[in-house]
Every structure is written in C-alpha cells, then in structure tokens.
C-alpha cells in the first residue's frame, strides 16, 4: 500500500523536527520510537515552556501576593481554560489537575465511597486498564459492592449485547476505555454512556489513549467524568486531568486533603473549599500543568484533522504491512483502530520479539499492558504492541517491519 500523500498536505518532517529525542540514533540505527501509548515523546516548546517557569516564573501558585506568584498562578489557571475548551468542559471549574489518568480514577472511585452500597454493581469494560479496575476493586472491597466486567466479542470488540444484558442489573457505576491501550481498538463511547445513563449508572471514561488521537467533546459524549494523562498528549509526565460534570465533582469525597483544599480551617471544624480547588489540595505539579498547556497550544496549531487523517493512514499501513510479513498474529484489529497495533510473532516470547527489536533501535512495548483481564480473555500471557503518534512516519513502519523481519528470520 501506498500512503496517499494526499492526506499529508502539511510539512510533516517539520513537525517531527520539533521533537528532539526522535533525532537521536542507537547503534547504527535512527531510533524508530513505536512506544508512544506508553508515553508519547514532547515538542521543545513543552520543555521550553518548562523551563522557562523555573528559570523566571518559579513560585508557589495561589497563595502570595508577590509578581512572581501572580505570574505562576496566571499561567496555571489560564491551562485550565485551555484543558476546559480543548474537551469542551461546560466550565473551567470542572477541571480537577490530578497527577495522571490512574490518580483520576483513584480519586472518582475514593470519593464515590459514601454513595456505594453493599451489592450495588460496577460494571467494568474487559479491556480496561489496570487503572481502571483496581481502583473499583478496592472500592468493592470497602463497600461490598459486586464487579461485573463487560465480556468482549470473538473479534475483541466491548459487546454491547452482554452490555445491554448487563445493565438489566442497574449498575450504579459503568467505567469505561474510550480506546484500548493494548489493542487500540475504540469503544462506542457516545451510545455506551447513553445506554448507561438510561439506567442511572454514573459514567467514567478512561480517556487515556483517546485525548491525543480523537477529538474529544465531554458533552457530546455526555459522561459524569472523563480522564487523561498529560504525558500521552506530547505533554510532560505527573500532570493529568480529571473532568467531572460540577454536580458529581462537587459531591466526590476529596481523596487528599490539606493545604489549597479548604475555606476554613479550626481545630473543631473544617470547611472544604469550593472546586475546582476542594480536589486540588496541596502544592500542584505546576510546571508540568504549564507543559500540558504547551503542549494544547502546540495541537490546537497543527492542521489536526489532517494529522487524525495521517494517523489512520499509517495504522492501516503497519496492519498490512504485520499482515503481509507472514506468521504474525494481530489481536483486536477493528475497522477502525486507534494508536496501537498488538501483535505476536507466532510461537515466539513477546519478550524476545521484544528485545531483538530494541537491538536493531525499535522500541515496542511487550507484555501485559496492564491489561491482565484482556490478555487472560485473549488467551495470551502478553504481546507485543507498536504504537504511533502524530510524528510517527512511514519509514518508522518500514524500519519496524524491516527489523522484525530479520526477528523472524533469525527466530523461525
Ligand atoms: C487506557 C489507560 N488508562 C490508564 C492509564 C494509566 O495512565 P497513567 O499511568 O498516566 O496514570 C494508561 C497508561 O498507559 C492507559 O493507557
């Protein structure tokens, strides 16, 4: 297959040049960087940006009255505008900084504890991540309520008929992956939250591997609470965000409290504060909320429904290309998927796969994927999975397909 360069009108070398650890080489080889849903790697302006704040701007955010708070704070809570037009938030004060994706959901499932009974259901979809299942887990285990998992088709897809059975049951939570991370497959988010509120269920949507591929519209989508990490969005690690319409925020239980959390304090009561500061206590990551918002302002320039174009261009390429390299097995694959292809050499350790890639400067993920319910499912005990972003190009894919050629050949 040729990629139609058509879909790529933009200069997309000049994009990728703006990411400095794509230019480096290991051994005799350009690195080929196919572990993006693990972490995608950052443009120079998010370090910029970051550095720039410890350089110049360096202050504690909402608590002194000198330049170089004010300064801090400005940049700080501008991001949460950013964050809030970038998912289309109804409002700024439904935008909770968390440290990342897991942290989110441990702060939906603590804080939901006084409104959980014994046996009321939690369903969870199969494929979820393990940060989507521990945290209910954990959950259950303080309230007595009961796990249901949402069972997948033959082909790995959320079935939606064992859903819909599944909701007869009332659930009172239904936690959800907008996208697969191990197999980049893409949940029907909009009708799987509607069919959920139907019956009064509370909606999380795990919107990790989905932020930086898919435009997302909370409202469209019509969730109680949708949750990402920066540093999947070409954004800095220990930043991530927890979006929850205000009525359900407003009666989580804060996970953390302390500092930045409260309106009054006394040794006989305290009162929490308004949010979106009542979920943000103590000292925020606040040069990493000012890289995710260089790095919002760094997507919102790019022609994005061209690189979105440009990303499923090259899936379908790597798909074939897996597919016409012979004795692979590929999991998961849907008309559409997203991000990431799972594969397996047949007969051959995805860990071995894995490091003969890595000789040859191919970077892979292989394992579990934190997703041991869905390779238990798949009958797998891992795999291996590549993954794109929007600098990955065509000669990536080549240089993978290449490589693990030369695994086969040196393995089979
Ligand atoms: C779908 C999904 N959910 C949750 C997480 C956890 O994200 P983090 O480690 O940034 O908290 C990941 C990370 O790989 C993920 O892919």
Redesign the pocket.
Known sequence: MKLASSVVLFDHQALRDQFPALKQTIGDHPLCYLDT??TSQKPQVVIDAMNEYYQFNNANVHRAAHQLSTRATQQYEAVRLQVTDFINASQSQEVIFT???????NMVAFGLTSQIKANDVILIDTA??H??IVPWQELAKRTGAVIKPIPLTADAQLDITAFEQLLLLKPKVVAI?H???ALGTVNPINELVAKAKAVGALTLV?G??AVAHLSVDVQQIDCDFYVF?G??MYGP?GV?ILYGRYKQLDQLTPMLTGGEMIKTVSFNRTVFGALPNRLEAGTPAIAEVIGLGAAISFLLQLPREQLLAHEQQLMQYLQQQLQKLGDIELYGIAPINVGAVAFNLQGEHHQDVGILLDQQAVAVRCGH??AMPLMASLNLNGCCRASIGIYTNKQDVDQFIHALNAVKELLL
């Open positions: 849903a693990a440290h990342g994706t897991t942290e989110s959901i979820a991540h940060a989507n992956s996208v697969s991370n795990d990790a591997q990490s540093h999947k690690t991530g994927h934190c």
